[in-house]
Nanobody
Framework: QVQLVESGGGLVQAGGSLRVSCAAS????????MGWFRQAPGKEREFVAA????????YYADSVKGRFTISRDNAKNMVHLQMNSLRPDDTAAYYC??????????????????WGQGIRVTVSS
């Protein structure tokens, strides 16, 4: 059974930093593209960042480019999202997702096979 479990969310002031992580189990992690998505209250889910199964290719939404960094540790089956210079409009539930095995990296949420339960990030002004 595949499980993706997010951790590290919480409350932070605008301009601050936070790192959210996702622990994966039940799949050959090194063969899966990993993505982060978010959903703010009353809004649709949106793509945030993705990293290829090899870790070589990364993509970011324009709204987070230069502020957020996605990384992965295939030895520990973990993916991380380092979020710097946080803004109130980054407030959302953040979800990690896995797509694979060995598929081309995608930004489309509907192509991801597995999802975590989400973790809340709140940025106060």
């Amino acid at each position: 059974q595949v499980q993706l479990v997010e951790s590290g969310g919480g409350l932070v002031q605008a301009g601050g930093s936070l790192r959210v992580s996702c622990a994966a189990s039940g799949l050959t992690f090194s063969m899966y593209t990993m993505g982060w998505f978010r959903q703010a209250p009353g809004k649709e889910r949106e793509f945030v960042a993705a990293i290829s199964w090899s870790g070589v290719v990364t993509y970011y939404a324009d709204s987070v480019k230069g502020r957020f960094t996605i990384s992965r540790d295939n030895a520990k089956n973990m993916v991380h999202l380092q979020m710097n210079s946080l803004r109130p409009d980054d407030t959302a539930a953040y979800y990690c997702a896995a797509d694979g095995p060995l598929r081309t990296i995608t930004l489309r949420g509907e192509e991801y096979d597995y999802w975590g339960q989400g973790i809340r990030v709140t940025v106060s002004s």
